[in-house]
T-cell receptor, first 113, second 113 residues
C-alpha cells in the first residue's frame, strides 16, 4: 500500500528565506505527483503537477522536483513571503488504475514578516 | 475557472442522525471524490465516483454511503452519525484526462455531538 510522508510537519522561517519541503513515497510506481496548498479552514489549491516521466516543474517562485526511483519529491520556495504561510500537501496518483490521490499529512509553513 | 461547491461550511449534528453532505461541480467532470481530513492523518479517500450511478469504495468507506444521480452532484451520506465521524470533509472533482489535477471544494467541518 502506498504511503506518503512529509517532513518536517511544521516549519517557521523569516521572510525572504529560500526553503525546501520534502515528500517521500514508498511505491515508485506512480503516475504523477502533485503539490497542493491549503489555507486554514479552506479547501486545497493545486500548485504543481509532475508526471512520472518528468523531473521537475516550475511556477513562479515554486519549483518541484521528482526522483521517482528514490521515491522523493521536493518543493522549493524562493524568497518566501508571509503570504506563503499555509499547509503544503504532497499527493501521488498511484497509477492509471486508481484515479484517487494518496496524500501526505502536510507541512505547515509559517513565514515571519 | 472550475468551481466545486459544498452545501455547508459548518454542520453540527447529534449521534445517530442521518447526515447529507452535498457537492456540486460545474465543469462536467467525470470523476468526483469524497475525502476526510484529520490532524496528523492527512486526507483519506472515502468514496469516489467515475460516472453517474457508478461508485467505488475508497480507503475508509465504513459508516458512509454515496449517491450520484446527476453528473454534477455527488452526495455523501452518514447513515447514523457517530462522534468518530467528526472531521473536515472535502469534495473534489477531475476530468478523465490523466494530466489534470483534482479541484477541491472549500470543505465542510462536521461536528457530531
Amino acid at each position: 500500500k502506498q504511503e506518503v510522508t512529509q517532513i518536517p510537519a511544521a516549519l517557521s522561517v523569516p521572510e525572504g528565506e529560500n526553503l525546501v519541503l520534502n515528500c517521500s513515497f514508498t511505491d515508485s510506481a506512480i503516475y504523477n505527483l502533485q503539490w497542493f496548498r491549503q489555507d486554514p479552514g479552506k479547501g486545497l489549491t493545486s500548485l504543481l503537477l509532475i508526471q512520472s516521466s518528468q523531473r521537475e516543474q516550475t511556477s513562479g517562485r515554486l519549483n518541484a522536483s521528482l526522483d521517482k526511483s528514490s521515491g522523493r519529491s521536493t518543493l522549493y520556495i524562493a524568497a518566501s513571503q508571509p503570504g506563503d504561510s499555509a499547509t503544503y500537501l504532497c499527493a501521488v496518483r498511484p497509477g492509471m488504475g486508481r484515479r484517487a490521490l494518496t496524500f501526505g499529512s502536510g507541512t505547515r509553513l509559517q513565514v515571519q514578516p | 475557472d472550475v468551481k466545486v461547491t459544498q452545501s455547508s461550511r459548518y454542520l453540527v449534528k447529534r449521534t445517530g442522525e442521518k447526515v447529507f453532505l452535498e457537492c456540486v461541480q460545474d465543469m462536467d467532470h467525470e470523476n468526483m471524490f469524497w475525502y476526510r481530513q484529520d490532524p496528523g492523518l492527512g486526507l483519506r479517500l472515502i468514496y469516489f465516483s467515475y460516472d453517474v450511478k457508478m461508485k467505488e469504495k475508497g480507503d475508509i468507506p465504513e459508516g458512509y454511503s454515496v449517491s450520484r444521480e446527476k453528473k454534477e452532484r455527488f452526495s455523501l451520506i452518514l447513515e447514523s452519525a457517530s462522534t468518530n465521524q467528526t472531521s473536515m470533509y472535502l469534495c473534489a472533482s477531475s476530468s478523465g484526462h490523466p494530466q489534470e489535477t483534482q479541484y477541491f471544494g472549500p470543505g465542510t467541518r462536521l461536528l457530531v455531538l
